[in-house]
Each structure stands twice: as structure tokens, then as C-alpha cells.
């Protein structure tokens, strides 16, 4: 069955990847909305797109479709407007009466989950959010070869992704819109190492700038080590010779697990689950929540043994 979706943020970064997961599940998008106007890319999906730079008309739009026939109801909202705004668009989503399928992070503070759980009771709609990594073939492997021992694993994690100047002139740069570079880029690697090792036991921070973090993560199975940059110099040198702009590694005792390729249809993965009725709702998402808010508001502890070897070049 065909759903019809509406989209908050048609104009950001992320977007396309979330029109392009709505057309590939067979899927009508009706109406976008985005205080930027520079959204052409709409026409690579539809003609038929009813788009708005003011989100109360959007708002107003929606409404009346849902008090009109069945067929031009919005099903679904896709929400991938800036991370503060994220739990407002998905209240505004159910109020309307669709279901949610958010950005990550679902919110910056833990306590904007909460009332987003209510509204689910009230109105018996629900959200789900986008954690592209539970559904990455290597990354389900290592999981699976996980399982079947308690052992306590030595863990590294390494995400350097490349970005300009534009990147803390924007909201991103601003922690109290992004949540800073845990929760803006590390929210879903965060997520990823508790879905494989288990929940969390201790954690110590000892870098945070505007554009890097390093720290310790104590989890169930895992102690781990982990760098989050957003700068370029920070790329291994062969990565620059290669001119990729993106790094990831994650090493299990020493061995490094490859999950640099395959990222391209991710969302298109989760939106099938999301459909299917597998996606990953308020309760799958608040441990990252929680955990990138308690690196936010944690102490620099001083360096030692344990800090991350990108620090020492």
C-alpha cells in the first residue's frame, strides 16, 4: 500500500537521502516545507510537490488535507530540520495525525522525549527516527558474532567527516541547535556501539572543541576509545591521497571491522523497516539521547593512557 508523505527541512543537507527512501518504498510525497526556498531538487521526484517556506501555512495545509478524503491524508511526516527543532515538527507531525519518521538525533535533551511518548498515547500515532547503522550488513554481522560470548572487548572508534567553513557559521556549529559534535555527528555511532556491546557503565571525556571530541566509554562488553572530528586535517594521510573526505574505523580487539562502503541506501533500509513495521521508535533511541547529553555535560577529564591516538599527532 502506497502512503503519502510530507517533509519538514526539504531545503538541508540531509534531505535527499530521505526523498529519494520515500520514492524508492513506492512511496507519494504531497507537500515540503523549508524557511529556505532553494529547493529545486523536489522536481527529481515530483511535479505535484505543494511546498511552503512558513511553517505555520504548512501546518494549516496539512490539517486540511487530514479533514478531507482518505487518499489525500499525509500518512507520514519526515522530519530533517535542524536537531533543536526536531521534537516540535515530530509534535506538530501526530498532531496532524501522521506517524514520524525523524532525523537523528529524535531530540537533544532526554527530557523531550518524554513528552513526545505522550503524545503517541494521545494520539495513537508514533515516531520513529533514522539509525542507519542497525541495518548496515557488516555491522549486523559483527552483532551477530558478538552474541554468543560475555567477553569484554577492546573497542576504537574513529569518524572524521570532512567540513568547511559554512559548517559553524550554520546551526550546526551552534551547540545549543546541534548538541555539539557528539550529538550531531556521533549520535548514531553512539547508538551503534550500546546495540552491540550493551548499555553504558562509565563515561570520561578528554577533548571537546567546536570541531572534535575524544573519550572513554565504559559498556557492558566493551571498553571503548572514541574521536569524533568534523575537520579535515584530521583525515589519515592516506585518505587525503586518496581525496576521501570521510573516515571511519571501528576496531574490535586490534581487528579492524570494514564499514566504510555501503552507506548510500541506509535511509532507504530504515524506511522499509519503518514501513514494515520494524522501525526504531522513542524507546531504541533514548540511550543515545541520554548518552550524548551526559558527554555534553561532562567534565574534561586530563589526558592519559587511555586518550585516543589521533590526539597525539
Not at 14 to 27: K, V, Y
Not at 116 to 124: A, F, V
Not at 206 to 227: C, P, Q, T
Request: charged share 25%.
Amino acid at each position: 500500500m502506497s502512503n503519502n508523505f510530507a517533509v519538514i527541512g526539504a531545503g538541508g543537507y540531509i534531505a535527499p537521502r530521505h526523498l529519494r527512501a520515500i520514492r524508492d518504498t513506492g512511496n507519494r510525497l504531497l507537500a515540503a516545507v523549508d524557511p529556505k526556498d532553494s529547493v529545486g531538487v523536489l522536481d527529481q521526484y515530483s511535479y505535484d510537490v505543494r511546498f511552503f517556506t512558513e511553517i505555520e501555512r504548512f501546518d494549516r495545509h496539512l490539517e486540511k488535507l487530514r479533514r478531507g478524503p482518505e487518499e489525500g491524508r499525509v500518512h507520514f511526516v519526515t522530519v530533517c530540520s535542524p536537531n533543536y527543532l526536531h521534537d516540535a515538527h515530530c509534535r506538530l507531525a501526530m498532531r496532524v495525525g501522521a506517524d514520524v519518521i525523524c532525523e537523528k538525533p529524535l531530540a537533544i535533551n532526554p527530557w523531550n522525549l518524554d513528552a513526545l511518548e505522550e503524545i503517541e498515547s494521545e494520539t495513537g500515532r508514533r515516531v520513529n527516527t533514522i539509525l542507519q547503522l542497525r541495518v548496515h550488513p557488516s555491522l549486523i554481522q559483527l552483532r551477530e558474532s558478538l552474541q554468543s560470548s560475555n567477553e569484554v572487548h577492546d573497542v576504537e572508534l574513529t569518524y572524521i567527516t570532512s567540513r568547511g567553513p559554512w559548517y559553524q557559521v550554520s546551526w550546526k556549529g551552534d551547540h545549543e541547535k546541534s548538541g555539539g559534535v557528539a550529538t550531531n555527528i556521533g549520535v548514531h555511532f553512539f547508538d551503534m556501539l550500546m546495540w552491540l556491546f550493551g548499555s553504558v557503565n562509565g563515561i570520561k571525556v578528554y577533548h571537546s572543541d567546536k570541531e572534535r571530541m575524544s573519550g572513554f566509554i565504559e559498556l557492558e562488553r566493551a571498553r571503548v576509545r572514541w574521536f569524533l572530528s568534523v575537520n579535515r586535517n584530521d583525515l589519515p594521510e592516506q585518505a587525503k591521497a586518496n581525496n576521501k573526505t570521510t573516515y571511519r574505523s571501528i576496531t574490535v580487539d586490534g581487528k579492524e571491522i570494514e564499514f566504510s562502503e555501503g552507506f548510500t541506501d541506509l535511509h532507504t533500509k530504515v524506511y522499509e523497516e519503518t514501513l514494515a513495521g520494524r522501525g526504531f521508535g522513542i524507546k531504541v533511541a533514548r540511550p543515545s539521547v541520554q548518552l550524548t547529553h551526559d558527554i555534553r555535560e561532562s567534565s574534561i577529564s586530563p589526558m592519559d593512557a587511555l586518550a585516543h591516538p589521533f590526539l597525539k599527532k
